[in-house]
């Protein structure tokens, strides 16, 4: 089955450091990713996406993120973290399928902890 | 720019009473998406409608069931409340007319906190 893991429940980060976020997927193809970012009682900020193409994808405040096929991962970067980047980040997953709307896989959420 | 809203904001309903939640679009999108995201958890896609026709379908309960206007909107009816639907829900969309991969890309409104007790 098609899934999509974050092994990290919590990463703690001082500000200033650079950050990491990892994520890995299991499907046959290439997937379509996603990384969201929720505030606590927030909705669902969309962060960058992957499709196809260039491996290395820019989004918003900063954060970039890496396919890697051999490595079935999608991980979120950050080159210098701020107070604000504190909340919970959600790698999701989907197939490709040529059109509809199909719904999104999420993994579990990296909770990320910025520290003074 | 406009984004995708939700009403109500929040909901408090008795076990066994009904819901209706409602979600309007980003103008021009015509794909619509509900989640649920429990307490601590990652959200549970439940399902989807494209130009009023139920498009995709995941882990929705059959005591709830959901419908797509012809002015896009969508709205989530949840019967007989369990204790256990309280939760976050919220709604997606995205265009499936715009052309190339701007479909693929959700836009989630605030949700909809509903407790049941």
């Known amino acids: 089955a098609q899934s999509v893991t974050q092994p990290d429940i919590h990463i703690t980060v001082s500000e200033g450091a650079s950050l990491e976020l990892r994520c890995n997927y299991s499907y046959g193809a290439t997937p379509y990713l996603f990384w969201y970012v929720q505030s606590p009682g927030q909705g669902l900020q969309l962060l960058l996406k992957?499709?196809?193409?260039?491996?290395l994808v820019q989004g918003i405040k900063g954060f970039e993120a890496e396919f890697k096929r051999s490595q079935s991962s999608f991980n979120l970067r950050k080159p210098s973290v701020h107070w604000s980047d504190a909340a919970e980040y959600f790698c999701?997953?989907?197939?490709?399928?040529?059109?509809?709307?199909?719904?999104?896989?999420f993994g579990k959420g990296t909770h990320l902890i910025i520290q003074p | 720019a406009a984004g995708v809203i939700q009403s109500p904001r929040h909901l408090i309903k008795e076990k066994r009473e009904t819901a209706t939640l409602k979600c309007y679009p980003i103008?021009?999108?015509?794909?619509v998406y509900w989640y649920q995201q429990g307490p601590g958890q990652d959200p549970q896609f439940l399902i989807s409608f494209y130009e009023k026709m139920q498009s995709d379908k995941g882990s929705i309960p059959d005591r709830f069931s959901a419908q797509q206007f012809s002015d896009y909107h969508s709205e989530l009816n949840m019967s007989s409340l369990e204790l256990g639907d309280s939760a976050l829900y919220f709604c997606a969309s995205s265009s499936q007319s715009v052309g190339g991969l701007s479909w693929e890309t959700q836009y989630f409104g605030p949700g909809t906190r509903l407790l049941v007790l």
């Open positions: 999701a997953f989907r197939m490709y399928s040529g059109g509809g709307a199909d719904g999104l896989t």
């Open positions: 992957y499709f196809s193409g260039d491996t």
């Open positions: 103008p021009r999108h015509d794909t």
